[in-house]
C-alpha cells in the first residue's frame, strides 16, 4: 500500500482512497479515517447504508457471531472493524468490559456486582444492559473513577 501526503494550505482537508474495489481493508481505512477527524465521528452500517455516528453516542461495542455491532441509545449498527482495532481508534473513555465487549465509561449509569464475580451494566438513557467479566469489572471501574469521577 503507497501512503502520499499532499500539505496544501489553500485548501480544506481530504483523504482519497483508491482501490481496484471497495473490500474490507479499504472499509477499514475508511473507518479509522472518519474515527479520527475532528467531529469524533465513526462510519458504521445500518443495512446498505453507511451512517456517520458521534463515538460520545455509542455505549458499547459487542462481538456475536463474529460481526461487530455498536449499539446507541435506540440503534444498533455493524462495522467491519474489530474490538481491538476499535481499542486502538477509540478514545480512553473505551474499555473492555469482556472478551466479546467494548464499553464507553461515560455512559454506564450503574454497575452491580454478584457473587460470583460477574457484572452488570445498565445506561444512563437506554434499556440496554451488558455484563461485565469479573476479569474486567475492576478495570472498567477504574477508567470510570478516571474520566469522569476526577474530572
Do not use: W
Not at 20 to 48: F, H, M, N, T, W
Not at 101 to 106: D, K, S, T, Y
Not at 125 to 146: C, L, P, Q
Amino acid at each position: 500500500m503507497k501512503v502520499t501526503v499532499v500539505v496544501d494550505p489553500s485548501s480544506e482537508r481530504e483523504v482519497i482512497i483508491k482501490a481496484p474495489e471497495y473490500d474490507d481493508e479499504v472499509a477499514k481505512i475508511r473507518a479509522a479515517v472518519d474515527s479520527a477527524s475532528a467531529d469524533g465521528e465513526i462510519a458504521l452500517k445500518s443495512g446498505q447504508s453507511e451512517v456517520f455516528v458521534k463515538r460520545s453516542e455509542i455505549y458499547f461495542f459487542e462481538v456475536s457471531d463474529d460481526k461487530t455491532y455498536a449499539h446507541t441509545a435506540r440503534d444498533c449498527f455493524t462495522t467491519p472493524l474489530r474490538l481491538l482495532e476499535l481499542e486502538g481508534i477509540l478514545p480512553g473513555t473505551f474499555c473492555r468490559a469482556s472478551k466479546s465487549v467494548l464499553v464507553n465509561a461515560m455512559k454506564i449509569r450503574s454497575m452491580t456486582r454478584s457473587p460470583t464475580g460477574v457484572g452488570e451494566a445498565s445506561f444512563s438513557g437506554s434499556e440496554k444492559k451488558i455484563y461485565i467479566s469479573r476479569m474486567y469489572y475492576k478495570a472498567v471501574r477504574d477508567v470510570i473513577e478516571e474520566v469522569r469521577l476526577k474530572k
